[in-house]
């Protein structure tokens, strides 16, 4: 079964405003010949940002898949230990470490005060899933449906004997 995700306020206002600057450095430097790499890595981060932001979250038999632009995160039922639907409190205060925060979602890596160490593939700051896998990875992602979770966990028990 596939699950949308759709971005929040805040993902639209900063991938609108990041997309909006990088149209006007282009048409303000189009005539300056010395700018145009500058131009063209613009236009490249653009692009890597919509590539590897979540689009859907798939849940088949055996599998969880996050779709992204160009690839797909898969994780098998068998490695999830544990999923919940979580709020923001339950997480604590946020700082990413190596990740996107806003252009075309949160994804990346991040740190969580009351939770450690997480991987977000996220669209928005609400409907939070973590995945708590077996090897003790965390995952966060963020379907606009939380049926997933009580799917997931079907599929986990189903999976288990």
């Known amino acids: 079964m596939k699950f949308k995700t759709s971005l929040d306020t805040l993902c639209k206002v900063i991938t609108t405003l990041a997309i909006a600057i990088v149209v006007f450095v282009s048409i303000k430097f189009i005539y300056h010949p010395v700018y145009y790499g500058e131009v063209i890595i613009l236009w490249v981060a653009v692009l890597a940002g919509y590539c590897y932001a979540p689009k859907s979250y798939e849940v088949t038999d055996s599998e969880l898949i996050i779709n992204k632009g160009v690839n ?89 004997f």
Do not use: C, H, W
């Not at 409190?89 to 994804?107: A, C, D, H, S, W």
């Not at 700051?125 to 079907?154: A, F, H, R, Y």
């Open 72 to 160: 797909k995160r898969i994780i098998k039922l068998t490695e999830i230990a544990n999923v919940s639907a979580v709020s923001k409190e339950e997480l604590g205060r946020g700082m990413r470490t190596g990740g996107v925060g806003g252009f075309f979602g949160y994804f990346g890596k991040f740190y969580y005060s009351k939770i450690g160490k997480v991987t977000l593939y996220a669209t928005r700051g609400t409907n939070m899933v973590l995945i708590t896998l077996k090897n003790e990875q965390k995952i966060i992602i963020t379907p606009d449906d939380l049926s997933l979770v009580q799917l997931v966990k079907t599929r986990i028990s189903r999976t288990s």
